[in-house]
């Protein structure tokens, strides 16, 4: 059984033949309505220079390979070099335009003409993985570009003005635009609010008191004394389920 709870799929379709469009268009509605999803949506674009002015945020992209320049692999490549990290499934006459694929980390690829089994077959395994992807990571968009930052990297996030700074456990930092509220909303229950500038992973905490939170590594993070007791009972909860 596929299930992707009230996320939405964002699919993307580009291929200068309009038939093939439509095709796969309408091979997608066939698909959805026979899993029962009903969250998704699909653009198509007849170029891609088109598909690049749009940006977007797309979960998974049908890229036809053979168009007028650039042409479908450099338009992967561009893709890519943005730190888009959407699902890529090329659709190709040719099967040896496939072995370029691993270059751009392609999901899949499907030959023309389209096949019903292999179409159901790449669809499903996307949408697993789709799955997947949603419960054990974090959507980031930065302009035209977007960064997929997995959950159990993030050690804290904290917001400075207008922007969250997102603090992972090799040093890294990626900062965007988005209010803290709203991230702690897409964050599930490990990520503890204990600060109004904070958001902490309960799994890299080691030690609280005095107003602060030590971490992995003897770094530091101030926590509300009216959220320290909350804090523990998080921290209680938080290990009890591990060990289950």
């Known amino acids: 059984m596929l299930y992707m709870g009230d996320e939405m799929i964002n699919i993307a379709i580009c291929d200068d033949e309009p038939s093939m469009v439509e095709e796969i268009s309408m ?3 066939g698909y959805m309505k026979e899993k029962c999803l009903t969250s998704y949506s699909v653009k198509s674009f007849a170029s891609g220079r088109a598909l690049l002015e749009e940006g977007g945020d797309f979960d ?3 890229l036809d390979i053979q168009m007028e320049q650039p042409d479908g692999m450099e338009i992967a490549r561009i893709l890519r070099r943005q730190k888009n990290s959407c699902l890529l499934i090329f659709v190709t006459v040719l099967k040896e335009c496939v072995f370029d694929a691993f270059e751009v980390q392609a999901y899949d690829y499907l030959l ?11 669809m499903d395994r996307a949408v697993k993985t789709l799955e997947q992807r949603k419960k054990s990571s974090l959507f980031i968009q930065k302009g035209n570009a977007c960064e997929i930052v997995f959950l159990s990297q993030i050690v804290y996030c904290e917001v ?12 890294n930092i ?17 990520f503890f609010r204990c600060h109004r500038s ?3 992973n309960l799994a890299y905490i080691r030690g609280c008191g005095g107003g602060q939170i030590l971490l992995e590594g003897n ?17 209680l909860h938080y290990m009890k389920k591990k060990e289950c």
Request: with cysteine; net charge positive; proline share 5%.
């Open 219 to 235: 770094g530091e993070i101030p926590v509300s004394r009216l959220r320290e007791r909350e804090l523990r009972q998080a921290l």
């Open 160 to 171: 400075q003005g207008r922007k969250v700074y997102i603090h992972k456990n090799d040093g």
């Open 27 to 29: 091979r997608l509605v």
């Open 112 to 122: 023309k003409p389209l096949r019903e089994d292999r179409f159901c077959q790449v």
């Open 198 to 200: 904070y958001l902490v």
């Open 60 to 62: 998974l992209l049908f």
């Open 174 to 190: 990626v900062d965007y635009y988005e209010k803290l509220e709203s991230l702690e909303k897409r964050l599930p229950g490990r």
